[in-house]
């Protein structure tokens, strides 16, 4: 019997139901675990995604044809029973669970364990094979506890207050955006937002997700809150001084898995780097495998080899999937999981 | 342990040297002594050598952690600094230990060397259980000897003058040469000035003026004294109580990269205080700069490049001779006095030919012959001219009026050298290809890119300087420490938009490597664009 999911050209294919998972260009029926551009891409003919994600999803692929599935509820497509399950990456984002004969298979897509104001907890789902995302697959990769991040979040934004700048902080604008904006102590200052993340934090507030008040952080406003503000943009924000501009000499860091290495904390050239990832550290992928119950695992996403080394070491059968994903021009930079990508060569010397 | 590893932070988060040095100077301000004076010993470059051997170190922590070694390697790959790799990779401690930096140096780093390799390891795992992330960190760096901040000895220098409230040089003078890191050197080193302090201290060296728009506006060229500007090391030869000392023009001791100056010391008047230029010199004549930067930034100078390069102290004021001040005097007099007392050293039986000079005074009809002069400057191996106020005294820093600098080729900048690519053809797997930036604040921004002017040799030795001291990497292309600097000369400048600095230069090239140059001491936008205000081709 076949394999449930396979490597196809156009990425994850599920041949028995004829279907694609997340695929990497348009097809005939795509099952979407979230809405970050690297997993959700135009042109399919028709989408099936989660109910909890369906706001965000419209807000980036606009009008499609989308069925949608509450959490656990099952559809049946050729002969695989499909399922979704939160993966605790973004709000909405799932797993998706497969089932033929009795044999089940998961696909993680992103997900991350640690707990998140905004995603839903991520669930573990019993199977025999699963194929997990592995963006942070090395054990030097571990995170802190969210709480005292969030805390250190709030402390240099208090300390940048007493000292009268305003606090920019960089982070992807879906997902990691709102998961900071509901985390901090909002009561402490005005919360401004770059257009990007603003326009998710609308679509955040649609699907039903209570996030605090903030403002779009255009000229006048910079200039009202100067000084107070913390503002949430997206990374590449960073690097064009023209927006940057109106903040003044702005405190700026970057909230993000990588900051856990101090080279890529310097190549930010943030003054601060908070380790806060949405996605799964070493122990969390780990902790998947082990309370799955599989017994093959398939590794995607960033460097795969020593953890399927690992894994094959000690007693997993484990295998690489390819991972063929590339910004197109039709990404977004609202969309783009900027933290799957590592971020060699951000910001090449000026000349 | 954990104020140090603090400082160590601090200075590893910032790329300002502003911050840095109000970093190190909070730290040696709060640290005990018997801490304090660790920390300097370790900061100004001292390190334990070969404390314990990385690969067992590596083994270790695979042990220790259960990881099999491929993963260790893996995630060395990864990160790309040792130190960290093992701090990420043990079980994460948030604490830290109450151990003080003076037991953590004595007994778990530099004691490390005469272990035996299973008492080593015994001490290591034991710091590890003791140790949080941060401060294991730290520590890996102090026992596998790469224990580097981002603050050279000048920094260094410059925080602890503040911190112990002495003059930048009688701190320099104090931590130069052997000393070891217990409480006793700290009290030599911070206490207040005395006699001793002082006699080893220059005089600030007062600075010239460009002299952009040409001497209309001096007046009667008899006011003025004129000189040759010599493309040499400004320094101060000192002679006090039998100690003589040279300083360079950042106040860094030079004396023992030039001994044959020394062999002047017992023929030299004792309190006397010259103000000149080394310059490498053969048969009559000075060498290139290029000849003289190869004594430069080394350990011990060998009797084949002594020989190589010859070097003269070519003095062009005196600012103290027996012990008096002399630089409210006029330039005139002091003049006099200078020629005396080198006339009176060089008929001295036993004086050693040729070492001390007094650099000669240029005549000439009027500042029409003088300006006709000025285009041979080229040939003869100097800049231009110097002029100097008569009737000026020696004032202190850079006053308008006093002394000017008439060069030849106004088109040059000292540069700081922030990127470096890898060559092609000939210079492949070498980093030949550099950007430089100029100062906009605190910030270097890049103004040129240049890829000619060093010799192979120099390009070697700036290739590992660059592999030693990358900062980060984007593909080909290495940031480095903001550490070198080089004089640039170009052709023309002009206005783009296409670069962050507002400029362009029309063929950048590297005319020198000012190793003794710190990097503070690089040009700033403001002087490009003043330059380019000056000499812009338009656009
Ligand atoms: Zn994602």
Redesign the pocket.
């Known amino acids: 019997m076949s394999d449930l999911v396979q490597v196809a050209e156009d990425g994850l294919y599920c041949p028995a139901g004829d279907f694609h998972i997340d695929p990497w260009r348009g097809v005939e029926r795509a099952v979407v675990t979230?809405a970050?551009a690297?997993?959700a891409r135009w042109g399919s003919e028709h989408y099936l995604a989660s109910a909890s994600g369906e706001a965000i999803l419209r807000e980036r692929l606009g009008d499609i044809s989308l069925e949608t599935l509450d959490w656990a509820e099952t559809r049946r497509i050729g002969e695989v029973i499909v399922s979704l399950h939160p993966a605790g990456?973004?709000r909405g984002?799932a797993q998706v669970r497969l089932e033929r004969d009795g044999e089940v298979w998961v696909v993680t897509g992103?997900y991350k364990v640690h707990p998140d104001p905004v995603a839903e907890a991520f669930e573990v789902v019993r199977c025999h094979t699963l194929v997990s995302e592995c963006t942070f697959g090395l054990p030097v990769y571990r995170w802190p506890e969210p709480e005292g991040v969030y805390q250190a979040i709030d402390d240099w934004w208090r300390e940048n207050r007493e000292a009268g700048r305003t606090s920019v902080l960089f982070a992807y604008a879906l997902?990691k955006a709102q998961h900071v904006l509901a985390a901090v102590d909002a009561s402490a200052g005005p919360l401004l937002a770059h257009g990007a993340v603003q326009k998710m934090n609308e679509a955040h507030r649609r699907a039903g997700v209570e996030l605090p008040e903030t403002r779009y952080a255009d000229t006048e406003a910079a200039k009202e809150t100067r000084g107070e503000a913390l503002v949430i943009a997206p990374p590449s924000s960073g690097g064009r001084p023209g927006w940057m501009k109106k903040f003044g000499r702005p405190s700026t860091a970057f909230a993000s898995g990588w900051m856990r290495v101090r080279g890529r904390r310097r190549r930010r050239s943030a003054d601060r780097g908070f380790v806060l990832s949405?996605h799964a550290d070493w122990d969390g992928i780990l902790q998947v495998v082990r309370e799955s119950g599989a017994e093959r695992v398939g590794l995607t996403h960033g460097k795969t080899e020593p953890m399927v080394r690992w894994l094959r070491e000690n007693g997993w059968d484990a295998w690489s999937l390819p991972t063929r994903y590339e910004g197109e021009a039709d990404v977004d930079e609202g969309a783009v999981?900027e933290e799957?990508e590592a971020p060699e060569g951000t910001e090449a010397p000026g000349s | 342990m954990k104020r140090f590893t603090e400082l160590y932070h601090e200075l590893d988060a910032t790329t300002r040297t502003t911050l840095k040095v109000e970093a190190l100077e909070r730290y040696f301000r709060e640290a005990p002594p018997a801490d304090a004076v660790w920390a300097l010993w370790f900061l100004s470059g001292r390190r334990a050598k070969r404390a314990v051997n990385t690969t067992l170190l590596r083994s270790w922590v695979a042990e220790e952690t259960g990881l099999p070694l491929w993963m260790v390697e893996a995630c060395y790959a990864e990160v790309g600094d040792l130190a960290e790799t093992l701090a990420l990779l043990l079980p994460r401690a948030e604490g830290g230990t109450e151990l003080p930096l003076r037991e953590v140096a004595a007994e778990r780093v530099l004691a490390l060397r005469d272990l035996e390799d299973e008492e080593k390891r015994n001490v290591v795992v034991d710091s590890w259980n003791r140790f949080g992330t941060r401060e294991r960190l730290v520590w890996h760096k102090l026992i596998t000897g790469g224990f580097r901040v981002g603050a050279g000895r000048k920094l260094v220098t410059r925080a602890l003058a503040r911190a112990a409230e002495l003059p930048p040089a009688v701190v320099a003078h104090r931590i130069t040469g052997q000393w070891d890191p217990t409480p006793d050197s700290w009290e030599r080193i911070v206490r207040p000035e005395d006699a001793e302090g002082s006699a080893a201290r220059p005089y600030p060296f007062l600075l010239a003026h460009p002299l952009n728009d040409g001497p209309d506006e001096l007046g009667a060229l008899e006011d003025w004294q004129v000189e040759w500007k010599w493309d040499g090391i400004r320094a101060q030869l000192l002679h006090r109580g039998g100690e003589f000392l040279l300083w360079s023009r950042g106040e860094e001791l030079v004396t023992h990269q030039f001994p044959e100056l020394q062999e002047l010391a017992p023929v030299l008047p004792d309190g006397l205080v010259l103000d000149g230029e080394v310059l490498a010199w053969r048969d009559g004549e000075p060498l290139p700069f290029g000849a003289l930067q190869r004594r430069l930034g080394r350990k011990k100078v060998g009797e084949t490049l002594r020989t190589e390069v010859p070097v003269v102290f070519q003095a062009y004021d005196v600012l103290e001779r027996d012990g008096e001040d002399l630089r409210s005097r006029p330039q005139a007099e002091r003049r006099a006095l200078l020629e005396e007392v080198v006339e009176v050293v060089s008929s001295t039986p036993l004086a050693p030919p040729n070492l001390l000079k007094v650099s000669p005074r240029v005549e000439a009809s009027g500042w029409a012959a003088l300006g006709a002069l000025r285009e041979g400057a080229r040939d003869r191996g100097v800049e231009g001219f110097m002029l100097k106020r008569r009737d000026g005294e020696y004032a202190v820093g850079r006053p308008r009026g006093l002394w000017w600098k008439w060069k030849v080729d106004p088109l040059e900048l000292d540069a700081v050298l922030i990127y470096a690519q890898q060559g092609h053809g000939r210079r492949a797997g070498l980093y030949t290809d550099y950007t430089f930036g100029v100062w906009r604040g605190e910030e270097l921004v890049p103004v040129a890119k240049a890829y000619t002017g060093l010799t192979d040799k120099q390009i070697r030795t700036l290739d590992r300087w660059i592999r030693r001291n990358t900062r980060e990497r984007f593909g080909p292309v290495r940031s480095v420490e903001p550490e070198q600097v080089f004089q640039l000369a170009f052709d023309g400048i002009r206005t783009s938009s296409r670069h962050k600095s507002g400029v362009a230069l029309r063929f950048p090239r590297m005319a020198r490597w000012r190793q003794e140059k710190a990097a503070s001491e690089a040009t700033t936008l403001e002087e490009v664009e003043a330059l380019l205000a000056r000499y812009g081709d338009g656009d």
Do not use: L, T
């Open positions: 979230h970050h690297d997993h990456h973004v984002s992103d997902g949405d999981d799957v």
